[in-house]
């Protein structure tokens, strides 16, 4: 008999049943349930979002024997060892299971939580592989005393490397003596900003000679709503002295008044933006000032605005207040998240959860990251759609079980 899952692929289930399938309510093993709410997950456009959604608050018995068995379908341990996918809780299964490869535990690794770098400094397996250990060096939530015990480990697989190894250490430390370094974090913004400025301007070339000279247009028209007095004076420019004039004026007649050189000309950051066109506003968003970048995560001009978050100067709290805004494009949202330094900010994750304006996929993904107050919170807002309210209390309610019964 045909499992229900080669039914699925198929597509051979009528609409009515792919929902059942979608929120894992099929009479079949809890791992087929699991490999089918993957499948859904990964291939179906119509009902990969509540398969997903489900998933995110799949039974935790049923999710841990899958996570811990070495046959378990390959592409439901990718997916469960996904940064974008992992619970938590099955980490530690992963990590032992030898059917989850180096390379994705790397990248568990390179981006993980202090509570995941314990789990995974727990590991038996862990210390034997030498990227994941690599990775966890790179990590900054690494806490001094643990990065001592892996740089022993590291040590270990150099040394072990390096016997095997035909090439002599002497190729190898020239060969490192070429490689480029990274810039110092201190000092240096301008050099930093400049070549921000050069890398972003030749990636984006086509979309900047597409927009023109398009000019400032905040979204949610907030300049509009609060005029353009509001925002304080942050440059000032000396005014040119003014040209001879052409003939004498006749004697008794006033004089024109010359204005004296050095004569400061008062302009806020709106009027500076509203003089520029798009490359000039992307200069001043990849080099500007933090009012300035405020203004300009508006802009209606997705490649000037997309450019403020590459900006080097940009602080976490200004991130932290960019994905609670409901006047920025939805592309501005999306690529939040894409960033690995923005993503370890937790207040940056809940904010982008509770901003109505968030997509509904990516709010559902980022949900699992969520603390219990949070989604407690997050249950009661109804500015959010109804969707991202009904998992968020499920994964509540879950967390209180669970901590009831510990």
């Given at each position: 008999m045909a499992r229900m899952i080669d039914q699925i692929r198929a597509s051979k289930l009528p609409s009515n049943m792919m929902q059942f399938a979608a929120r894992g309510a099929l009479q079949v093993a809890p791992a087929e349930n699991i490999e089918i709410l993957v499948h859904l997950a990964r291939h179906n456009q119509v009902f990969g979002g509540l398969a997903r959604m489900t998933l995110a608050?799949?039974?935790?018995?049923?999710?841990l024997a899958a996570a811990a068995d070495p046959q378990t379908p390959r592409e439901v341990l990718e997916y469960l060892v996904s940064p974008d996918n992992l619970r938590p809780v099955l980490l530690p299964a992963l990590l032992e299971?030898?059917?989850?490869?180096?390379?994705?535990?790397?990248?568990?690794?390179?981006g993980a939580s202090k509570e995941s770098i314990a789990a995974m400094l727990k590991s038996v397996r862990v210390p034997s592989l030498k990227g994941v250990v690599d990775a966890l060096r790179a990590n900054p939530y690494l806490d001094k005393d643990k990065a001592a015990e892996l740089r022993v480990l590291s040590s270990a697989h150099k040394a072990t490397s390096a016997a095997d190894d035909p090439v002599p250490a002497a190729e190898h430390a020239e060969a490192s003596s070429e490689a480029p370094t990274s810039a110092s974090p201190e000092g240096g913004d301008e050099t930093a900003s400049d070549e921000a400025l050069a890398a972003y301007l030749k990636e984006h070339a086509r979309d900047i000679q597409q927009e023109g000279d398009k000019p400032f247009q905040a979204i949610g028209g907030i300049v509009e709503l609060l005029g353009a007095d509001y925002f304080p004076v942050t440059s000032s420019a000396e005014a040119p002295a003014p040209a001879a004039p052409a003939a004498v004026a006749p004697v008794g007649a006033p004089q024109p008044q010359a204005k004296k050189p050095g004569v400061v000309v008062r302009e806020n950051a709106l009027q500076k933006i509203s003089h520029l066109d798009v490359k000039g506003r992307i200069q001043l968003a990849l080099k500007g000032n933090k009012e300035e970048r405020s203004l300009?995560?508006?802009?209606?001009?997705?490649?000037?605005?997309l450019a403020v978050l590459e900006a080097p100067k940009l602080s976490d709290g200004e991130v932290e207040k960019f994905a609670s805004q409901k006047n920025v494009l939805e592309s501005v949202l999306r690529q939040i998240p894409l960033k690995r330094r923005f993503m370890k900010n937790y207040?940056?994750?809940?904010?982008?959860?509770?901003?109505?304006?968030?997509?509904?996929?990516?709010?559902?993904?980022?949900?699992?990251?969520?603390?219990?107050?949070?989604?407690?919170?997050?249950?009661?807002?109804?500015?959010v759609s109804e969707t991202v309210r009904k998992l968020a209390l499920k994964m509540y309610k879950q967390k209180?079980?669970?901590?009831a019964k510990k």
């Open positions: 608050g799949w039974d935790e018995k049923a999710s299971n030898p059917s989850v490869t180096e390379p994705q535990l790397v990248k568990v690794a390179i300009l995560i508006r802009d209606g001009t997705k490649v000037v605005a207040k940056v994750v809940r904010n982008l959860v509770s901003n109505p304006r968030t997509p509904l996929d990516l709010g559902l993904g980022l949900m699992k990251h969520l603390l219990g107050p949070d989604l407690k919170n997050i249950s009661g807002n109804k500015e209180e079980d669970q901590a």
